[in-house]
């Protein structure tokens, strides 16, 4: 199992963990990035290993060429001083040398191709975790949310049950009640309190101040031309009664008076 594979079953494993719990979802992806960039710390920690391990592979590679080049060199030397038994076993020793550097070279060229591979998960590791970290702010105000409309369809639930608007309509009720009962007694109040005479006198003041109302009103009429002004009162207000008898016997007697006089 490959480093990243086993990451990402821990990273799994935690978040499953977390989501069954789900006590909090804003502490659960607060943890949840908490714990990816404990991980990533963890693979770039291992990743810098395999690179570490890959130039030291680098290193011995180019150590073994470089001790062939010698040996190579020491074998020439050996054949310009006529020594060719040293110079065969300089051979021996830079052919050794050369199958050594052909290994590690192989072993490193197929770590190199496996580092790169590592650095490009690593890479895409912390991309996710960025675009988590971006995404965090959009899950949790979706979340509250969430919260918001559940205890709003909660609270409608509750007053589903009527309990309050009819606990409402019942106070209504009491107070119009109070206020009735109170009208009644201040009607009582007003009928069989006081002096009856002297109400019955007041009710009379009141009529004779709307008849003065009245005149104001046909005055103010006459003023304003909307009626003559040698309309009579009785007339003028639309009453539609007629002048009363014992005035109209009086201007009678008045008109046969002068007559006579004459």
Same mark, same amino acid.
């Given at each position: 199992m490959g480093i990243f594979d086993r990451l990402s079953q821990l990273l799994r494993s935690n978040i499953n963990d977390l989501i069954s719990r789900a006590e909090d979802p804003e502490k659960m992806l607060n943890q949840i990035l908490v714990d990816m960039r404990g991980q990533l710390a963890? #693979?770039?920690?291992?990743? #810098?290993?395999?690179? #570490? *391990?890959?130039?030291?592979?680098? *290193?011995?590679? !180019?150590? %073994?060429?470089?001790?062939?080049?010698?040996w190579e060199q020491r074998a020439m030397l050996a054949v310009k001083e006529q020594r060719d038994d040293l110079a065969k076993q300089a051979l021996v020793r830079h052919s050794e040398h050369m199958s050594h550097g052909q290994q590690l070279e192989q072993t490193w060229e197929s770590h190199r191709l496996e580092t790169e591979?590592?650095?490009?998960? =690593?890479?895409? =590791?912390? !991309?996710?975790?960025?675009?988590?970290?971006?995404?965090?702010? =959009?899950l949790i105000a979706r979340q509250r949310r969430a919260q918001a409309?559940?205890?709003?369809?909660?609270?409608?639930?509750?007053?589903?049950?009527?309990?309050?608007? $009819? #606990?409402?309509?019942?106070?209504? %009720?009491?107070? $119009?009640?109070? +206020?009735?009962? =109170?009208?009644?007694?201040v009607e009582i109040e007003e009928e069989f309190t006081g002096d009856r005479l002297q109400q019955d006198f007041k009710a009379l003041e009141k009529g004779a101040s709307g008849a003065a109302v009245d005149e104001r009103l046909l005055a103010l009429k006459q003023k304003?031309?909307?009626?003559?002004?040698?309309?009579?009162?009785?007339?003028?207000?639309?009453?539609?009664?007629?002048? *009363?008898?014992?005035?109209?016997?009086? +201007?009678? +007697? *008045?008109?046969?008076? %002068?007559?006579?006089?004459?």
């Amino acid at each position: 199992m490959g480093i990243f594979d086993r990451l990402s079953q821990l990273l799994r494993s935690n978040i499953n963990d977390l989501i069954s719990r789900a006590e909090d979802p804003e502490k659960m992806l607060n943890q949840i990035l908490v714990d990816m960039r404990g991980q990533l710390a963890k #693979a770039k920690q291992q990743v #810098a290993a395999a690179i #570490a *391990d890959e130039k030291r592979l680098r *290193d011995q590679a !180019d150590a %073994e060429y470089k001790q062939a080049a010698e040996w190579e060199q020491r074998a020439m030397l050996a054949v310009k001083e006529q020594r060719d038994d040293l110079a065969k076993q300089a051979l021996v020793r830079h052919s050794e040398h050369m199958s050594h550097g052909q290994q590690l070279e192989q072993t490193w060229e197929s770590h190199r191709l496996e580092t790169e591979k590592l650095k490009n998960s =690593l890479r895409d =590791l912390n !991309d996710k975790i960025e675009e988590a970290k971006r995404k965090k702010n =959009l899950l949790i105000a979706r979340q509250r949310r969430a919260q918001a409309q559940q205890r709003i369809h909660e609270t409608m639930s509750s007053m589903s049950e009527k309990s309050a608007f $009819e #606990a409402f309509a019942r106070m209504e %009720e009491r107070i $119009e009640q109070n +206020e009735r009962t =109170l009208k009644a007694s201040v009607e009582i109040e007003e009928e069989f309190t006081g002096d009856r005479l002297q109400q019955d006198f007041k009710a009379l003041e009141k009529g004779a101040s709307g008849a003065a109302v009245d005149e104001r009103l046909l005055a103010l009429k006459q003023k304003m031309g909307v009626l003559p002004a040698s309309t009579g009162t009785r007339g003028a207000l639309g009453s539609g009664k007629s002048r *009363d008898a014992e005035t109209v016997s009086a +201007e009678i +007697e *008045d008109a046969t008076g %002068e007559k006579k006089t004459r």
